[in-house]
């Protein structure tokens, strides 16, 4: 069964980081792409980057030069770097996980496999 567990939410002031992590457990197969979506109160899910086991990413224009998508292999574990958060930033953020490539970009219905969620908040 897999399984994705999220860490690393919390309350920042804008200008701050923070760092998500997302463990993948009981996945078997060859190759995946891992993505991090996002949703804020009253607006619609945004797909905000993915990573592929060769290491390629995609990232939203909108966290773009901000945000890093990361992973380690060794330790089954993707990352969420989050830098000069904004007001705007704050949401619900998920972390996903798709069988194969990411060849469907951030598009959600593409992923399988989700996480319980990980709240961050960004105070102005």
């Known amino acids: 069964q897999v399984q994705l567990v999220e860490s690393g939410g919390g309350s920042v002031q804008a200008g701050g980081s923070l760092r998500l992590s997302c463990s993948l457990f009981?996945?078997?197969?060859?190759?995946?792409?891992m993505g991090w979506f996002r949703q804020a109160s009253g607006k619609r899910p945004e797909g905000i980057a993915t990573i592929d086991n060769g290491g390629t990413t995609k990232y939203a224009d909108s966290v773009k030069g901000r945000f890093t998508i990361s992973q380690d292999n060794a330790k089954n574990t993707v990352y969420l770097q989050m830098n000069s958060l904004k007001p705007e930033d704050a949401a619900m953020y998920y972390c996903?996980?798709?069988?194969?490539?990411?060849?469907?970009?951030?598009?959600?219905?593409?992923?399988?496999?989700w996480g319980q969620g990980t709240q961050v908040t960004v105070s102005s």
């Open positions: 009981g996945y078997s197969y060859s190759t995946y792409c």
């Open positions: 996903a996980a798709k069988i194969g490539t990411c060849w469907r970009g951030l598009d959600k219905e593409a992923f399988t496999f």
